[in-house]
């Protein structure tokens, strides 16, 4: 038998105290915030990885088995209700087809409700309707089919003038909208799988003569909601806002190979404005989120910007491309972005702005704020040389504007070049300001913190430190130093 004495109030104080000045000291340390957040982001990553096979994986906590369905509508309907065979061999496009006309009877009524139950739904393309909420229960699957035969043909986007891959038509999304509003995609973290690796291999081999198509894209719509689903594989770009407004992302996992899945970008909201992206979970073949607003000249004819954008506490992988990117089609202007509370692990790139000339347009007003880098190569990148276009009728006049850029409180560890920031003469980088940055780096050479043509400044002390085109300031915001070598370069790449 155990005896158990009991504890004393002055005992109980005491230890108490000993535990708040325990916990004082544990968070008092960057590098120790660092590694609980990294164990965090690790652990979410490794359950991902031993549930690759499965239907997707959630940062979040996911329903239980034969948990309820919620009503979001007034009028609710299931899958099969139309015919829907969710064995993974049956076509259910036309079961879909006939839910969603069913449902668009019911706008003036508050809409309606489809749920997907649990199976493996296979279909070609279809389009949603207003008012409606699109809700996929715990396994349940909407497969793509990989015929692209079953995939219609779209006219291009006004902005991009042709095909993003190739010129004319080019595949419509596996899940379609235009001109709606009010409508939600939603669930028990089911999964909507593109099935995009016949669509890659296609691609590498030129097989394809039409640019492929997204997994979801919306266009020309408002009020639109993505929420607690995943969503994995995409034949190209993952989610496609266009030209919408009122964009919510929240609690959705999105998923592609890191290597030989082309072009899966996460998250392209073009041309959008008052968009929300939070709490979400993203390892894709491409940029995890990408802003956009049109190509060249036919951007800059379309004259939609993308602006008011918030995009916050997500962990990011991108080893192709970048974590978080501006651009490179950004013809019809980006501005308001506020990126905060950003862990990006295990990337060629943490977040990047990226443009040209003949890209017209402007990208400003961008606020980066509490990010954490984690094995990139590069850290923060400014490049105004991304020479793509959709044809040779650019205007090479057309130069985009850059400025009104901040970077607060960037931190990380086992970062190669921590900031590269390569403007030009003719697209110099305006008013950049950096402040409380400390960013561990495996590269021990000078010059990892590269700029050039580059206007802006630093408060306080930063690691590592910055190049000599900044201006100095203490941290009560003082001028200490100001430069005299803005266009001085040094960039390299080799790096």
């Not at 028990?188 to 590498?204: E, F, L, M």
């Not at 394809?208 to 689903?229: C, F, K, Y």
């Not at 993952?238 to 072009?263: G, M, Q, S, W």
């Not at 939070?278 to 379309?302: F, H």
Request: hydrophobic share 40%; charged share 20%; proline share 5%.
């Amino acid at each position: 038998m155990v005896e158990t004495l009991p504890v004393g109030r002055f005992q109980l104080q005491s230890q108490r105290v000993e535990l708040k000045r325990w916990v004082s000291a544990f968070l008092s340390s960057h590098r120790t915030l660092f590694t609980v957040l990294w164990i965090v982001a690790f652990s979410s990553v490794f359950l991902w990885q031993r549930n690759i096979v499965g239907a997707g994986f959630s940062i979040f906590v996911k329903a239980g088995p034969g948990r309820p369905i919620p009503k979001m509508r007034p009028f609710a309907f299931n899958l099969t209700d139309f015919g829907g065979v969710g064995d993974g061999v049956t076509v259910n496009t036309a079961a879909f087809e006939r839910a969603v006309l069913a449902i668009s009877k019911f706008g003036k009524k508050g809409g309606g409700q489809l749920n997907v139950p649990p199976g493996k739904w296979l279909t070609a393309p279809f389009n949603l309707t207003s008012h409606m909420t699109l809700f996929l229960a715990e396994d349940a699957e909407i497969l793509g089919l990989e015929d692209e035969k079953q995939w219609p043909l779209m006219p291009p986007l006004p902005s991009y003038g042709q095909g993003r891959e190739r010129e004319g038509p080019r595949f419509g999304s596996l899940i379609h909208g235009q001109n709606l509003k009010d409508v939600v995609i939603t669930g028990h973290n089911g999964t909507i799988n593109g099935q995009g690796q016949s669509w890659w291999k296609k691609y590498r081999q030129k097989l394809l003569n039409n640019t492929r198509g997204p997994l979801v894209q919306i266009m020309w719509s408002s009020d639109i909601v993505i929420a607690n689903i995943t969503l994995r594989d995409s034949p190209f770009w993952t989610f496609h806002p266009y030209d919408c407004k009122n964009v919510t992302v929240r609690n959705v996992t999105i998923l592609a190979p890191i290597f030989e899945a082309p072009n899966t970008d996460g998250i392209d909201p073009d041309s959008c404005e008052d968009v929300v992206i939070e709490d979400c979970y993203i390892s894709v073949g491409d940029d995890a989120i990408a802003i956009k607003s049109g190509w060249d000249q036919y951007g800059i004819a379309y004259g939609r910007p993308s602006r008011n954008i918030l995009i916050r506490n997500l962990v990011v992988r991108s080893m192709v491309s970048a974590g978080v990117s501006i651009g490179s089609e950004m013809s019809g202007g980006v501005s308001n972005v506020t990126v905060e509370n950003l862990l990006v692990w295990s990337s060629r790139r943490a977040v990047r702005i990226k443009t040209a000339a003949g890209r017209g347009g402007y990208v400003k007003h961008i606020t980066y704020r509490n990010l954490t880098f984690d094995d990139a190569r590069v850290g923060i990148v400014i490049k105004t040389d991304y020479n793509e276009h959709p044809d040779d009728d650019f205007d090479r006049k057309a130069l985009p504007i850059l400025e009104d850029i901040s970077f607060t409180g960037i931190h990380g560890q086992g970062v190669r070049v921590p900031v590269r920031i390569h403007g030009s003469e003719d697209i110099p980088v305006r008013n950049v300001t950096f402040k409380d940055m400390s960013v561990g780096i495996t590269y021990k050479k000078k010059h990892i913190f590269q700029c050039a043509y580059v206007e802006g400044r630093v408060i306080g002390t930063i690691f590592p430190a910055p190049c000599e085109n900044l201006d100095r300031y203490d941290e009560e915001e003082r001028l200490v130093k100001r430069s005299a070598s803005q266009n001085v370069t040094d960039i390299d790449y080799d790096i």
